[in-house]
């Protein structure tokens, strides 16, 4: 899409990324090719267990797909991840704090990174910088006023609705996507869900002409007293 100074780029970018290979993780951008010299990074959550639900476009058809995610982090932030519902189920990734790695749905590995102290979430939803971001965004009133009210994982949540006008839209996107995207008219608009006591993000949707086009929502927020060290292995 072309570059735009609104808030609305923030989903936007978590949007776009969803359509590239699929992935559990993002490196923050601290990571350097020497590890030594990465910056640490500030988990978001710690002692938590977390299930949320992704809405995406598919890869294969014109139409979304969910996926419902669990995710458990240690006092550290080290984390793993999991798709418990929806295609891939049983799909896995595993930062112990040392290495990163993914695995497939028969328990496979298919994927390991060295990275002992910039991984920053499984999600950028779940990021210190993505949630600091849209806080921040709200705090100097750039969403303007509360337009609801919802409840999301039993968490009283304000919703902020921010509309932009036609932009440019990929033409790959519209070549796959034809029932969300249109050659010329393009309204976008982004929905984000906020705990009531500003604490986190609850939700962000992303919609094309009124059509739901991608969104993240939590289903459950447990914080742990107890975190078992072999969550962070696979079996």
């Keep these: 899409m072309t570059k735009r100074t609104s808030t609305w780029i923030a989903v936007a970018i978590v949007a776009m990324a969803i359509l590239l290979a699929y992935n559990f993780y993002l490196l923050n951008t601290t990571q350097t090719s020497k590890e030594d010299e ?10 938590s ?34 798709v418990i519902e929806g295609p891939s189920t049983g799909t896995t ?9 993914e695995y497939d749905a028969d328990g496979k590995l298919v994927n390991e990174t060295e990275a002992s102290k910039s991984v920053s979430a499984p999600r950028p939803f779940l990021s210190r910088g993505f949630n600091e971001q849209i ?14 009210e919802a409840d999301i994982a039993g968490n009283a949540a304000d919703v902020y609705v921010k509309k932009e006008p036609a932009s440019t839209v990929p033409d790959e996107w519209i070549k796959q996507y034809p029932s969300f995207f249109d050659k010329e008219d393009n309204q976008e608009e982004a929905t984000y869900y906020v705990a009531s006591d500003r604490s986190k993000v609850l939700g962000a949707e992303s919609r094309n ?23 962070l292995k696979m079996k």
Excluded at 55 to 81: C, P, W
Excluded at 135 to 148: A, N, P, R, V
Excluded at 213 to 227: A, G, Q, R, T
């Design 93 to 101: 990734a595993i930062w112990d704090g040392e290495m990163f790695r």
């Design 38 to 47: 990465a910056t640490p990074v500030k988990p978001f959550y710690t002692m």
């Design 135 to 148: 806080l921040d965004f709200i705090d100097k009133g750039d969403f303007g006023q509360i337009e609801g």
């Design 49 to 82: 267990r977390i299930q949320y639900v992704e809405k995406k476009l598919s890869t294969k058809e014109d139409a979304l797909e969910a996926r419902t995610y669990e995710v458990v982090f240690d006092d550290q932030g080290h984390f793993r991840t999991e």
């Design 209 to 231: 002409n009124g059509k739901l086009f991608y969104s993240v929502k939590m289903k459950k927020i447990e914080s742990l007293d107890e975190f078992d060290p072999a969550w």
